[in-house]
């Protein structure tokens, strides 16, 4: 049988997501780098797999799949070994953890993707800086996190929906805001500081999923170094900025 192939680039949030699921799960996989700083996502070999240009992609067997929530919730059915509160065998269990992923892709993610690319990223993947853009972004990514604190992460629960155990959401959402990590330290404390209940959130879903969550972020925390060497030397930009990885 064909070994599982994740087409990733581990500086995209869902790429790391999918890798992290898989680790955590003792799914076999070959992970096949698709470098978004060297547009590899757009080469016609890769097109072949997923056409729209995006990470992260799957192939198994004659599957081909993109859409890293299509991806989670395929592994999570397809394999055995995965435990079964990533994606409940329990229908309306399932039914919350896909409302709570399509509220992510219009507020979620817009917003803090938007504001890191739009600040900080942008010039890495050869494209403008856009302060404007990343302004409108803020603003949709500081409503989803007073969302999150007071809607998705209820009561005193450990992870979103009232569940103690981390599904497919959890992972999806935290690695996404991990990505504010390669913001200047006081910009992304002003984000996020005030949501404490989602800083715990973040931290709980990290130590569930050690020690594939700290090794599958190292990328993003050398990149943040690099950004921060930039910043010292002046050739970033301030903060104040938003579109897609």
């Known amino acids: 049988m064909m070994k599982l192939k994740v087409y990733a680039d581990r500086m995209s949030q869902p790429s790391r997501a999918v890798i992290i699921f898989c680790k955590v799960n003792g799914i076999q996989f070959d992970e096949v780098l698709i ?4 547009r590899q996502q757009l080469s016609p070999e890769f097109k072949d797999i997923n056409p729209m240009g995006k990470v992260p992609a799957i192939v198994d067997g004659r599957l081909k799949l993109f859409e ?10 397809a394999f055995p070994s995965v435990a079964d509160h990533w994606y409940p065998n329990d229908l309306s269990k399932r039914a919350k953890i896909h409302s709570v992923m399509d509220w992510h892709h219009t507020n979620l993610r817009p917003g803090a993707a938007g504001y890191v690319l739009n600040s900080v990223l942008a010039p890495a993947l050869g494209l403008p800086l856009n302060p404007k853009a990343a302004v409108e972004a803020e603003k949709l990514l500081t409503k989803s996190l007073s969302t999150l604190e007071t809607f998705w992460l209820k009561g005193n629960a450990k992870f979103l929906l009232g569940s103690n ?24 404390l ?3 500081s005030p949501h404490k209940k989602v800083e715990q959130w973040i931290e709980n879903t990290r130590k569930a999923t050690m020690p594939h969550f700290d090794e599958t972020h190292e990328i993003l925390f050398k990149a943040k170094q690099g950004f921060q060497k930039q910043r010292e030397m002046g050739t970033v930009s301030k903060p104040g900025l938003q579109s897609k990885m």
């Open 35 to 38: 470098s978004l700083a060297k």
């Open 165 to 188: 155990q981390p599904s497919i959401a959890d992972l999806s959402l935290v690695c996404e805001l991990m990505q504010l990590q390669v913001l200047d330290d006081k910009d992304r």
């Open 68 to 77: 890293s929530h299509a991806i989670l919730i395929y592994l999570s059915s």
């Open 190 to 192: 002003r984000l996020l």
